[in-house]
């Protein structure tokens, strides 16, 4: 009997260590899609020429840390036996591809608030910790077998930069609320300095001014960026030497073991063969991780090398305020819980403030000694630097610098942007390679802008003669329901489209120009109205569109059998008017939610059927062509006047996207404005040459400002002179 027990007790243990193999294999594939987003990140750093390599791709999240946490499953492990060779070298590797790990996403902090920091941070620590003590656990209980541990040494570097590393995670999280209120207040001091010197009509906006405007607050985004302050901080640096160290330190405990057992022995653990598989993933995450810390570390070697000076080592021994604001603030306020015992709440208060001083003085600790590390790793590294540089200076002797520097002059002030640039209390000016890099780039994204053809959309344009078309498609008044400016755009590309007698070269031009314009139409609608009150109607128009571009239809209509079967435009507008007037009809009389009084509330088919029924009904009314094809050409010049006149308003809606206040979203909205001037240049270039109907420009945004204001400068007009007929009638009659 207690043999059977014996071999049953065996057989099972087998069958729950068979899979564990793939178990491994899982913890490859996680090692190796971390691998895969650091790499991306490197690479995004370098083709951007962003040497500090912003987290984009692998940030510290709850995916990230999931992956990092199945990564850690070999040193979290305490009754898997792993002595052999393979196995001891995928154990540490463990640990320092956490490391690495650790310094890739710590600029990833600074894209958070601060209740994700809090989060995060945590959730790391509460990772980093465990690990930690899994491995001082099995360290303890087979303490008497240490002489005969594989890599101990190695193991110890590698727990002891994970704890390091996670104590820079903490000091750079407490530092991040006080940069940003910092940056936040310089920003809106330099905002206000921009738009003084900067004045921009919305109407008569050029190009060129747009483009300098962009380049003022592309170097304010960048620089102020949270993710690039801390890049470009001392923990930071002091984590890129670190995860350099530490791999290094990986990479020769691989060499030695392999070189002493000639090669790696067979894994005796019970995860196999996929423990070579850990192995090699992770080494090669290491190798590809250290990149971007190791990047972040040596450019700010060497640019303290090249400017090193007496002040630069005073500030070696000086630590600035807004590492330690978040936490004296927290000392100097109240509990914020209230204890009614004036002892207990004087308690309380008192052990808060000694804790926060001592966690004010490890910062100042942790400050200063990352300082220390990045001056000793100048005077280590100052003579393979200055020969590296005095070789590039060679190569670039004969290249002329275009960008904009401390030490460029230029004819044209306005390039002058270095001015623009955010720095924190006491940190050193940013290297001239450094803006050269971020001038490049916005002028890239301009460029990659301009690589968007827009043929069609500017010869539908260049059938605008005169902005007429925004007052004529709808002779009556639509304060009850007014329009925003592609719902009567791709109306009327809808009756373009139902006409007959129309040749199928000169429908399909109509729809591809139209669909290009649309883009940038929408793109004005929603930024422009910025409390959301045409949200409904701008759904409409996007509704009616997607059918009309997709389906040639307008609500289950279709425009190709309408146009096929209609014996003239007469006949098919009025059935497109009296479609429209049923569907308005129906819905007025069978409504009952009070919010249906509002016609901004009314659906988006409701809308649209009422903008149908009020321009078919407009053009019947005022028709003066006789032919089809005469109709289409009224249309398609009504449709170009109105995306005319809609389209002076790009200038301003790159100017709002330039003015994003948000932090975190000032970066993405400064590019997306300068692609969108790249995509508009040439719009914007025509429409300069054209000379605007209204006396104040400025005022008009939306189409129901510009038809109100055309009337009024027609009425205006017509006053004048009628006054002036009246007054030279009567000299007449004295005469």
Same mark, same amino acid.
């Given at each position: 009997m207690p043999w059977n027990q014996t071999y049953i007790d065996s057989d099972v243990e087998k069958q729950l260590v068979a899979p564990m193999p793939w178990i491994g294999m899982y913890v490859a594939a996680a090692s190796a899609i971390?691998?895969?987003?650091?790499?991306?990140d490197s690479l995004h750093g370098f083709w951007r020429k962003r040497h500090w390599f912003p987290s984009r791709y692998f940030s510290i999240n709850a995916t990230s840390l999931t992956l990092l946490a199945v990564s850690m499953k070999l040193p979290v492990d305490l009754t898997t036996r792993m002595y052999a060779v393979t196995d001891r070298l995928a154990k540490v590797s463990s640990l320092v591809f956490m490391s690495t790990a650790m310094a890739n996403f710590l600029p990833s902090l600074g894209s958070m608030s601060d209740k994700d920091v809090l989060m995060n941070v945590t959730a790391l620590s509460i990772l980093v910790i465990t690990v930690t003590a899994n491995v001082t656990i099995q360290i303890i209980q087979v303490h008497s077998y240490l002489r005969g541990r594989l890599a101990f040494l190695e193991e110890m570097l590698a727990v002891g930069s994970m704890l390091l590393l996670l104590v820079m995670f903490t000091s750079s999280a407490l530092m991040i609320p006080s940069t940003k209120r910092y940056l936040e207040k310089k920003y809106h001091e330099m905002h206000k300095t921009a738009l003084n010197e900067e004045q921009v009509d919305m109407g008569r906006v050029s190009a060129d001014k747009l483009r300098v405007l962009i380049k003022k607050y592309w170097v304010m985004a960048e620089t102020s960026s949270p993710q690039f302050v801390i890049a470009r901080s001392v923990t930071c640096t002091t984590s890129g030497a670190v995860s350099l160290i530490v791999a290094l330190v990986l990479l020769e405990a691989e060499i030695r073991l392999a070189m002493k057992c000639m090669i790696l022995e067979k894994s005796i653990s019970n995860y196999g063969w996929s423990t070579k598989l850990i192995l090699l993933s992770q080494t090669i995450g290491v190798i590809v991780g250290t990149i971007a810390p190791a990047s972040r570390w040596f450019i700010a070697v060497n640019f303290r090398s090249k400017t090193e000076s007496g002040k630069s080592i005073r500030s070696a021994f000086t630590v600035e305020g807004y590492w330690t604001q978040k936490m004296v603030d927290w000392r100097q306020g109240s509990i914020s819980f209230q204890i009614r015992h004036l002892k207990s709440r004087k308690f309380l208060h008192n052990l808060r403030r000694r804790f926060l001083k001592l966690c004010i003085s490890v910062q100042y600790f942790i400050v200063l000694a990352s300082k220390m590390l990045l001056l000793v790793s100048v005077c280590i590294t100052s003579p393979v630097i200055s020969c590296i540089n005095y070789a590039r200076g060679l190569k670039k002797q004969k290249r002329i610098s275009h960008?904009?520097?401390?030490?460029?002059?230029?004819?044209d002030p306005e390039l002058d942007v270095s001015r623009y640039v955010m720095l924190l209390e006491g940190e050193q000016e940013l290297p001239n390679e450094t803006l050269e890099n971020i001038c490049k780039e916005v002028d890239e994204v301009?460029? #990659?802008?301009?690589?968007?053809? $827009?043929?069609s959309l500017l010869k539908l344009l260049d059938r605008s003669r005169s902005f007429n078309g925004v007052t004529e498609f709808d002779s009556r008044d639509s304060r009850e329901l007014p329009y925003c400016w592609s719902l009567p755009v791709v109306t009327l590309t809808s009756i373009a489209l139902a006409l007959p007698n129309i040749e199928k070269h000169k429908s399909e031009l109509l729809l591809s120009s139209v669909t290009g314009g649309l883009y940038f139409v929408k793109l004005v609608d929603k930024t422009l109205d910025k409390k959301g009150r045409l949200a409904n109607v701008r759904t409409a128009a996007d509704v009616v569109f997607v059918g009309v571009e997709l389906y040639h239809k307008w609500q289950d209509k279709d425009l190709h059998e309408t146009s096929l079967k209609g #014996?003239?435009?007469?006949?098919? $507008?009025?059935?497109?008017r009296d479609k429209a007037e049923k569907t308005v009809v129906e819905f007025k009389r069978d409504a009952r939610d009070c919010l249906m009084k509002n016609p901004l509330n009314w659906p988006a088919k409701v809308i649209a059927a009422n903008s149908m029924y009020r321009i078919s009904r407009t053009i019947l009314l005022n028709r003066?062509?006789?032919?089809?094809?005469?109709?289409?050409?009224?249309?398609?010049?009504m449709i170009a006047?109105?995306?005319?006149?809609?389209?002076?308003?790009?200038?301003?809606?790159?100017?709002m996207k330039c003015h994003c206040n948000a932090i975190e979203e000032r970066e993405k909205s400064v590019r997306k404005a300068a692609l969108l001037l790249g995509e508009t240049e040439e719009i914007l270039a025509l429409l300069c040459q054209r000379e605007l109907p209204l006396s104040a420009p400025n005022r008009a945004a939306s189409v129901e400002e510009w038809r109100a204001l055309i009337d009024h400068e027609k009425n205006k007009i017509n006053t004048e002179f009628s006054s002036k007929s009246n007054i030279e009638t009567g000299t007449k009659v004295d005469g």
């Amino acid at each position: 009997m207690p043999w059977n027990q014996t071999y049953i007790d065996s057989d099972v243990e087998k069958q729950l260590v068979a899979p564990m193999p793939w178990i491994g294999m899982y913890v490859a594939a996680a090692s190796a899609i971390c691998t895969l987003a650091m790499a991306a990140d490197s690479l995004h750093g370098f083709w951007r020429k962003r040497h500090w390599f912003p987290s984009r791709y692998f940030s510290i999240n709850a995916t990230s840390l999931t992956l990092l946490a199945v990564s850690m499953k070999l040193p979290v492990d305490l009754t898997t036996r792993m002595y052999a060779v393979t196995d001891r070298l995928a154990k540490v590797s463990s640990l320092v591809f956490m490391s690495t790990a650790m310094a890739n996403f710590l600029p990833s902090l600074g894209s958070m608030s601060d209740k994700d920091v809090l989060m995060n941070v945590t959730a790391l620590s509460i990772l980093v910790i465990t690990v930690t003590a899994n491995v001082t656990i099995q360290i303890i209980q087979v303490h008497s077998y240490l002489r005969g541990r594989l890599a101990f040494l190695e193991e110890m570097l590698a727990v002891g930069s994970m704890l390091l590393l996670l104590v820079m995670f903490t000091s750079s999280a407490l530092m991040i609320p006080s940069t940003k209120r910092y940056l936040e207040k310089k920003y809106h001091e330099m905002h206000k300095t921009a738009l003084n010197e900067e004045q921009v009509d919305m109407g008569r906006v050029s190009a060129d001014k747009l483009r300098v405007l962009i380049k003022k607050y592309w170097v304010m985004a960048e620089t102020s960026s949270p993710q690039f302050v801390i890049a470009r901080s001392v923990t930071c640096t002091t984590s890129g030497a670190v995860s350099l160290i530490v791999a290094l330190v990986l990479l020769e405990a691989e060499i030695r073991l392999a070189m002493k057992c000639m090669i790696l022995e067979k894994s005796i653990s019970n995860y196999g063969w996929s423990t070579k598989l850990i192995l090699l993933s992770q080494t090669i995450g290491v190798i590809v991780g250290t990149i971007a810390p190791a990047s972040r570390w040596f450019i700010a070697v060497n640019f303290r090398s090249k400017t090193e000076s007496g002040k630069s080592i005073r500030s070696a021994f000086t630590v600035e305020g807004y590492w330690t604001q978040k936490m004296v603030d927290w000392r100097q306020g109240s509990i914020s819980f209230q204890i009614r015992h004036l002892k207990s709440r004087k308690f309380l208060h008192n052990l808060r403030r000694r804790f926060l001083k001592l966690c004010i003085s490890v910062q100042y600790f942790i400050v200063l000694a990352s300082k220390m590390l990045l001056l000793v790793s100048v005077c280590i590294t100052s003579p393979v630097i200055s020969c590296i540089n005095y070789a590039r200076g060679l190569k670039k002797q004969k290249r002329i610098s275009h960008c904009v520097s401390r030490d460029y002059s230029t004819a044209d002030p306005e390039l002058d942007v270095s001015r623009y640039v955010m720095l924190l209390e006491g940190e050193q000016e940013l290297p001239n390679e450094t803006l050269e890099n971020i001038c490049k780039e916005v002028d890239e994204v301009i460029r #990659k802008g301009k690589m968007k053809k $827009l043929e069609s959309l500017l010869k539908l344009l260049d059938r605008s003669r005169s902005f007429n078309g925004v007052t004529e498609f709808d002779s009556r008044d639509s304060r009850e329901l007014p329009y925003c400016w592609s719902l009567p755009v791709v109306t009327l590309t809808s009756i373009a489209l139902a006409l007959p007698n129309i040749e199928k070269h000169k429908s399909e031009l109509l729809l591809s120009s139209v669909t290009g314009g649309l883009y940038f139409v929408k793109l004005v609608d929603k930024t422009l109205d910025k409390k959301g009150r045409l949200a409904n109607v701008r759904t409409a128009a996007d509704v009616v569109f997607v059918g009309v571009e997709l389906y040639h239809k307008w609500q289950d209509k279709d425009l190709h059998e309408t146009s096929l079967k209609g #014996k003239n435009a007469e006949e098919i $507008l009025q059935q497109l008017r009296d479609k429209a007037e049923k569907t308005v009809v129906e819905f007025k009389r069978d409504a009952r939610d009070c919010l249906m009084k509002n016609p901004l509330n009314w659906p988006a088919k409701v809308i649209a059927a009422n903008s149908m029924y009020r321009i078919s009904r407009t053009i019947l009314l005022n028709r003066t062509v006789e032919t089809d094809d005469e109709l289409f050409e009224q249309l398609s010049v009504m449709i170009a006047d109105i995306l005319a006149a809609c389209f002076t308003n790009l200038g301003h809606v790159i100017t709002m996207k330039c003015h994003c206040n948000a932090i975190e979203e000032r970066e993405k909205s400064v590019r997306k404005a300068a692609l969108l001037l790249g995509e508009t240049e040439e719009i914007l270039a025509l429409l300069c040459q054209r000379e605007l109907p209204l006396s104040a420009p400025n005022r008009a945004a939306s189409v129901e400002e510009w038809r109100a204001l055309i009337d009024h400068e027609k009425n205006k007009i017509n006053t004048e002179f009628s006054s002036k007929s009246n007054i030279e009638t009567g000299t007449k009659v004295d005469g």
